[in-house]
């Protein structure tokens, strides 16, 4: 069973930064595009940022776009998300998630990810 493992969650100060990490076990992450959504309690998981399965192609919400960095090290079958000028409306359970698209597209509904991370918590204070 593929698992997906997120890291690098924590408090941080409002323009400050973070780094999250993706890992995945019993598959190679290479063959699955990736994408991170995050959600607070009430709301919908929404999407924040996501990757093609090669690398070449990377999408993010308007409200991050300029302030996160999606990537992939296939070598090391990882996939982060560099966050940088955080807000507190940041605050949110980040998830990590593959998607079986194919090629240079990138998936941004949930339901297009067939593999969840439990989530990392990002809380940003002002």
């Known amino acids: 069973q593929v698992q997906i493992l997120e890291s690098g969650g924590g408090p941080a100060q409002a323009g400050g930064s973070l780094r999250l990490s993706c890992a995945a076990s019993?598959?190679?992450?290479?063959?699955?595009?990736a994408g991170w959504f995050r959600q607070v309690p009430g709301k919908e998981r929404e999407f924040v940022a996501g990757i093609s399965r090669g690398g070449g192609t990377s999408i993010y919400a308007d409200s991050v776009k300029g302030r996160f960095t999606v990537s992939r090290d296939n070598d090391k079958n990882t996939v982060a998300l560099e966050m940088k000028s955080l807000k507190p409306e940041d605050t949110a359970v980040y998830f990590c998630?593959?998607?079986?698209?194919?090629?240079?597209?990138?998936?941004?509904?949930?339901?297009?990810?067939?593999?969840w991370g439990q989530g990392t918590q990002v809380t940003v204070s002002s």
């Open positions: 019993r598959t190679r992450l290479t063959a699955y595009g």
């Open positions: 998630a593959a998607s079986i698209t194919g090629g240079g597209y990138v998936a941004t509904t949930a339901s297009q990810y067939k593999y």
